[in-house]
């Protein structure tokens, strides 16, 4: 859906009324082009004394095609590895490094700090105080730019997570945690097709955003299989059509669900790379007025479809290092009112990365969850105005999100080189003012 207030605030009026009244000005987001730069700018990379990324993070930009300076009147990223902070005094040393180019990033830029993963030791304090430095930063971002935190353990491999972040596929991904630890990384051949010979399941995928991750997916090389009930089923194989892939019509909350799904992988690729839970529903009551019918269909679409769905896959038909992908919601990190039902289910989608993260780690594999905020669908267009207003801005970057940055995300997970992403729930949101 249009927004038709970031369009006007783009006019001279608009603008005019945006600088006088200090309203909320969202910038039009830079989204990936395969014919783009990755960043509006070169890098500017710092360290801190004693910093063991250094090296890693210049090795990975020059690869990535980003040019790294010492200067630059407008740079395109910021990126400082803080490892070697290991006392409360030289935190001193991230003021001395942002402080002065802060103000001079470009549109749409980029802030990343790198730390090392805290282990609750004293030593560990001042990495742990990375965390509130770097949210405040991408409170204080200004056009669109964004601030990210990548904690790191071990020999961890970060050069998927680093080419994420500092491209225009991370667009609405502002104020992140993201952990990486040791897993199986294999580099793809090409990093414009990633996906190349993998086999995803989307489920949900006939609109929206299960859509757009079919959509991503295949651009990345994947063979999709597009999976939504019957009743979807037109859509469903326009979808697949339109991305080169195969659609399925299957109830995922039917009891034989499960063994269908491994019997058609199995007889059809020979097995799974890549699964997303995407397919969710909402009914919406205030617990007082809500059915029992209205909670137990969101709770088995939403969540004990998935748990059935994993335990029958990784019997043998989900690959060694498969990935698994959640879709969970600030709404089941904040709660919101009248989705006691949808807060239960995401929250436990949370849960279910959680519980099941071991599990894929001693396979090769990996799961992670994304948590979308406000995201302009069919859904959210069909919300009274003044609450799609507040969805929109209530975020450092005042607009409401595509589907295609839930997509993105989802992507970077299901990379191979993202191995050692693992039980990472990212929030989708453009650092929402709603949860953690």
Not at 53 to 63: H, K, M
Request: hydrophobic share 40%; with cysteine; net charge neutral.
């Amino acid at each position: 859906m249009t927004d038709g207030y970031q369009r006007f605030a783009r006019t001279g009026p608009g603008k005019f009324l945006v600088k006088r009244l200090g309203l909320p000005n969202p910038v039009p987001l830079r989204r990936y082009r395969p014919d783009q730069p990755a960043l509006p700018g070169p890098a500017v990379v710092g360290a801190a004394k004693g910093g063991r990324l250094e090296e890693q993070i210049r090795r990975i930009l020059g690869s990535s095609g980003i040019e790294v300076v010492d200067t630059a009147e407008r740079p395109g990223a910021l990126v400082f590895d803080a490892t070697g902070i290991d006392s409360v005094d030289r935190l001193r040393e991230l003021y001395d490094f942002f402080h002065p180019r802060i103000r001079t990033i470009a549109a749409c830029g980029r802030v990343v700090v790198l730390g090392t993963t805290p282990d609750g030791s004293k030593e560990s304090i001042p990495q742990r105080a990375l965390e509130g430095f770097t949210r405040s930063v991408g409170k204080e971002l200004k056009r669109g730019a964004t601030a990210q935190l990548v904690y790191t353990s071990g020999d961890a491999d970060i050069e998927s997570t680093l080419r994420f972040l500092l491209s225009a596929k991370s667009a609405y991904v502002d104020a992140q945690v993201i952990r990486i630890g040791d897993g199986t990384v294999t580099r793809p051949e090409n990093w414009l097709t990633p996906l190349a010979g993998k086999v995803a399941l989307v489920t949900g995928a006939s609109r929206g955003i299960g859509a757009s991750i079919g959509d991503v997916l295949a651009r990345d090389g994947a063979h999709v299989v597009a999976l939504d009930i019957p009743a979807q089923g037109e859509e469903l194989s326009a979808v697949a059509n339109r991305i080169g892939g195969s659609a399925l019509q299957l109830d995922i909350t039917a009891p034989e669900a499960p063994a269908q799904l491994v019997d058609y992988f199995r007889a059809r690729h020979g097995g799974v790379d890549i699964v997303v839970h995407n397919a969710g529903i909402t009914r919406d009551k205030t617990l007082a007025k809500m059915t029992e019918a209205q909670w137990d269909a969101v709770l088995s679409v939403n969540l004990a479809a998935q748990l059935r769905i994993n335990d029958a896959l990784l019997d043998g038909t989900l690959r060694t290092d498969g990935r698994i992908v959640g879709v969970s919601s600030i709404g089941g990190i904040a709660g919101n009112v009248g989705q006691t039902n949808y807060g239960t289910s995401k929250a436990g989608v949370i849960g279910m990365v959680n519980a099941y993260a071991p599990l894929l780690a001693a396979q090769g594999g990996t799961i992670n969850a994304v948590a979308p905020g406000f995201i302009e669908t069919q859904m959210t267009a069909a919300m009274p105005l003044t609450i799609r207003e507040a969805g929109r801005r209530m975020n450092s970057m005042s607009q409401g999100g595509l589907p295609i940055d839930v997509a993105e995300t989802i992507a970077w997970y299901a990379n191979p080189a993202s191995g050692g992403v693992n039980g990472n729930v990212v929030r989708v949101c453009g650092q929402s003012l709603l949860g953690a």
